[in-house]
């Protein structure tokens, strides 16, 4: 199984980017997608959730402004990001709850993307 992740850049305040994750391998389910982020000398944190059955989770900050979607339960997951503030900047990482086909019974675990770097600057 596999997490690819996509589509940071650098941009100016107040504009926007869509990132995008994309699950491979052999999934038989998803529980839940996700994206984190670590921005220089602070932990990472958790930026928004959704569920297999649609439920979302946003933290405080970007409430409003970011939105997460998993377009027809397919094995992708996007955040857009709208008014993007130079405090948003960091690495993105994407991240999903899955069940998969392991070599001899099925496996449930957490796997995480290659982060993306997402850049707020003038």
């Known amino acids: 199984v596999q997490l690819q992740a996509s589509g940071g850049g650098l941009v100016q305040p107040w504009e926007s980017l869509r990132l995008s994750c994309a699950a491979s391998?052999?999934?038989?389910?998803?529980?839940?997608m996700g994206w984190y982020r670590e921005a220089p000398g602070k932990q990472r944190e958790l930026v928004a959730r959704?569920?297999?059955?649609?439920?979302?989770r946003y933290v405080d900050s970007v409430k409003g402004r970011f939105t997460i979607s998993r377009p027809n339960g397919r094995n992708t997951v996007y955040l857009q990001l709208n008014s993007l503030k130079p405090e948003d900047t960091a690495v993105y990482y994407c991240?999903?709850?899955?069940?998969?086909?392991?070599?001899?019974?099925?496996?449930?675990?957490?796997?995480w993307g290659q982060g993306t770097l997402v850049t707020v600057s003038s």
């Open positions: 991240n999903a709850g899955l069940n998969y086909y392991g070599d001899y019974a099925i496996v449930s675990q957490d796997f």
């Open positions: 959704i569920t297999s059955s649609g439920r979302t």
């Open positions: 391998g052999r999934i038989l389910s998803i529980n839940h």
